[in-house]
């Protein structure tokens, strides 16, 4: 589990789902921060002018915390993460983006603020679902459904797009020479031919049985990968719908008072298809009337009257803004025309199509409308149910004794460590992330008020036991051990073996000559390239490896496709020809010249990274995701091929 968030965490996917992220704070992100503010303050990053505070901090790290989780399917905890490295990730990440802003800005990149207005207007998510325009109104709520105010939207906005013409700059005409392209086809095309002989574990003598010292050195030797996290015994209590029954009668007038609040947005109007075209006269109107009677195209005919012609696709009555044209509209079959004197003008309309509305009874949506009445009983039992359990528990009983007289039943789960594994290392099932946190936020013996769960259940737990990190003893793992022993001292007996025989080869002995003195036959394999190599099973990948590193004539030993090793030679290497390589040539030169692309934008990031003065409060980055801070004496350790971060 920890080499797995380890080897995501340093891959160019979760570089990726960084960038992914960052992009996102377009629309859910960084808040704004207000520079004529005094300096001193909370935040966790400053560059220059720009700042990120704790709270911006946390959303960004639970952010990409949720992305990990996704790729290694498992719940992370703040402690997990930071074992891991990835409030590091996070913390340069969002450095390096804001001194890149803070470069920008001061080298004169700025978006006019009429381009910022006519790219908000552009986001779907601020249209009107009716009108299907953009609506300020829905524009403001949409943000503060998101914790954002419109400033910070705009200033993050305006972040994006300064960098995307910092972008168009830096490549335009970027492309990637095409003798390094030629190079590239000639690497990818080139095939191989191979020979190799198995030495297999039947041809060396079996070790004999390892000794207690043996695999108690061993045992040493693999401390790191042995030694068992910390587990805990728990107890829980839950609470949750399906504990209660919810057979009671539903009252009518209930029922009625439900659907009657309902009943509109249950309900379907009747929308239409119409073509309104605005008119300077009644003679103007007279002849578009005329003209869409005909069936003439509406475009041209409001063109042939120096208009334009406005079009409501399959919209409700009050999608019209002028509401005397949209009842005329509403008032006229399908197929026919109408003119009208609305509020804004002379206009005739014409209604391409009807959809009619519908409205809902109270039996059609009965069913609904009842499972909703016995959820919200349900929930009322529920929380009657918690607040005995609470009523008993603050009175001095304790967890399971308060469940007793609540009536409700406990469950004893573990032992279980935190990444919710028994000690096989299975799934604990019934077991939630939230129950997780909760427990391991509490001693031994101590127990966590009522905690919500979401979806109407709650629960609370107590830690029966507390069992600290430790090694497994002898006894308990003498057969994996032995076993592990065993195949070690095979594979260094194999090895010597391999080795010998390759010493043979490399004096001149032919590869037939030195496989027969193995035991052992000849597998030839000729042809072999980089795009079809993955195709061939009989190859193992440490075998590939030294089959597309090693010169014409070179001997090599590599691990066989299963418990063995190989003793192998590369006959020959054979390059394409002309025509083959100069198609391949021209398909991967778009392919170098994004790639080249990429390398300059992380440059130019670097770049800003170190010409920007950063400053990084390590300790205020840990508080804000839950972490205790560090000592102020220990050296922060750095993210690989990133600056330290700051004391």
């Known amino acids: 589990m920890l080499s797995a968030i380890r080897t995501f965490a340093k891959s160019k996917a979760a570089m990726v789902l960084f960038g992914l992220l960052i992009v996102s704070f377009a629309v859910f992100g ?134 995307q013409h910092a972008v168009t700059g830096l490549i335009s005409g970027l492309e990637a020479p095409r003798a390094y392209a030629a190079i590239a086809a000639i690497y990818t095309l080139e095939s191989r031919d191979v020979g190799y002989f198995a030495i297999e574990p039947a041809s060396v003598p079996k070790p004999p049985a390892p000794t207690d010292a043996q695999l108690t050195e061993l045992m040493k030797e693999n401390a790191a990968r042995l030694t068992r996290p910390e587990f805990r015994t728990l107890t829980v209590v839950r609470f949750t719908p399906s504990q209660v029954t919810t057979t009671a009668p539903i009252d009518p007038a209930e029922l009625k008072k439900r659907f009657d609040f309902r009943k509109d947005t249950l309900s379907s109007p009747e929308t239409r298809t119409v073509v309104q075209i605005s008119a300077k006269d009644p003679a103007a109107a007279i002849k578009i009337a005329q003209g869409l009677a005909k069936g003439t195209d509406p475009t041209l005919v409001a063109k042939d009257a120096g208009v334009e012609a406005i079009t409501y696709p399959n919209k409700p009555q009050a999608a019209i803004p002028d509401k005397k044209v949209a009842a005329a509209a509403f008032a006229t079959p399908a197929g026919q025309v109408a003119t009208v004197k609305g509020d804004l003008g002379i206009a005739v309309v014409k209604v391409l199509s009807v959809t009619p509305g519908h409205a809902v009874t109270l039996e059609q949506v009965r069913p609904a409308i009842e499972a909703e009445i016995r959820k919200d009983q349900a929930a009322e039992k529920v929380y009657a149910l918690t607040q005995a359990y609470d009523d008993a528990h603050q009175g001095g009983a304790n967890l399971v004794a308060a469940a007793a007289k609540a009536g409700v039943a406990v469950v004893t789960m573990g032992p279980l460590s935190q990444g919710g594994r028994d000690m096989q290392n299975q799934p604990v099932p019934g077991l939630t992330p939230k129950v997780v946190q909760a427990a391991w936020a509490l001693p031994a013996g101590g127990e966590s008020e009522v905690e919500d769960e979401g979806n109407g259940e709650s629960f609370a737990v107590r830690v029966e036991k507390i069992t600290p990190p430790a090694m497994p003893p002898l006894a308990e793992i003498r057969p994996m051990l032995a076993n592990a022993w065993t195949q070690r001292e095979l594979v260094k007996a194999m090895q010597a073996r391999a080795d010998g025989f390759a010493a043979r080869l490399k004096k001149g002995e032919s590869l037939e000559a030195v496989a027969a003195a193995a035991g052992a036959s000849v597998t030839q394999v000729p042809g072999i390239d980089r795009q079809t190599a993955q195709k061939n099973i009989a190859l193992s990948q440490d075998m590939l490896g030294k089959v597309f590193t090693t010169r014409p004539g070179e001997v090599f030993t590599a691990q066989n496709n299963h418990f063995g090793l190989v003793v192998g030679k590369l006959e020959a290497v054979h390059t394409s020809d002309a025509v083959e390589l100069a198609r391949s040539a021209e398909q991967i030169r778009p392919q170098m010249t994004k790639g080249f692309y990429t390398e300059m934008n992380e440059a130019a990031h670097l770049a800003a990274r170190h010409a920007v003065k950063v400053t990084i409060d390590a300790n205020r980055a840990r508080e804000a995701i839950g972490l205790a801070p560090i000592d102020p004496k220990a050296d922060a350790k750095p993210v690989s091929g990133k600056p330290a971060l700051a004391k």
Do not use: C, W
């Not at 966790?44 to 990120?52: C, K």
């Not at 704790?54 to 074992?83: C, M, N, W």
């Not at 080298?107 to 679902?129: S, V």
């Open 30 to 163: 960084i808040g704004n921060r207000d520079l004529l503010r005094p300096r001193i303050s909370n935040d966790v990053i400053t560059a220059g002018s720009r700042s990120i505070s704790p709270a911006d901090y946390k959303r960004a790290f639970e952010g990409f915390k949720s992305q990990v989780e996704q790729q290694v399917h498992q719940q992370i905890t703040p402690e997990l993460a930071a074992q891991n490295g990835l409030d590091r990730r996070v913390t340069e990440g969002l450095a390096m983006r804001e001194a890149y802003a803070e470069l920008l800005a001061n080298i004169g990149i700025r978006p006019a603020d009429k381009l910022i207005g006519a790219e908000i207007q552009k986001i779907p998510a601020f249209f009107d679902q009716v009108s299907g325009r953009f609506d300020k109104a829905t524009y403001t709520r949409k943000l503060a459904d998101n914790n954002l105010t419109a400033t910070a939207f705009e200033k993050n906005l305006r972040d994006q797009i300064t960098e």
